[in-house]
């Protein structure tokens, strides 16, 4: 992911990848049984303000994306069509 401001990446840690692959069985283990991650992720993939925010995280280019989303980028993330704020 990138943030604005010239922040840079650095290469994920192994704890990193364990601590993703948690937050990715939580995430899948939350949802409320009368919902599918599919269908949320299909509703969530459908919002142009997300659709706007997903771009942002995979570019880092934050100029389409709402200013809100922006101020927290460091806190979002994408767990297949479905965004998160951690």
Do not use: D
Request: net charge negative; charged share 25%.
């Amino acid at each position: 992911m990138f943030c604005p401001a010239g922040l840079t990446k650095i290469p994920a840690s192994k704890g990193y990848v364990q601590a993703e692959r948690y937050v990715r069985k939580v995430t899948l283990q939350a949802v409320p049984v009368a919902l599918w991650i599919e269908e949320i992720g299909e509703v969530s993939f459908q919002g142009e303000e997300l659709e706007a925010v997903r771009e942002a995280l995979e570019t880092g280019r934050w100029g389409k994306a709402p200013k809100a989303y922006e101020l927290v980028c460091h806190e979002l993330a994408c767990i297949g069509k479905v965004e998160l704020r951690n």
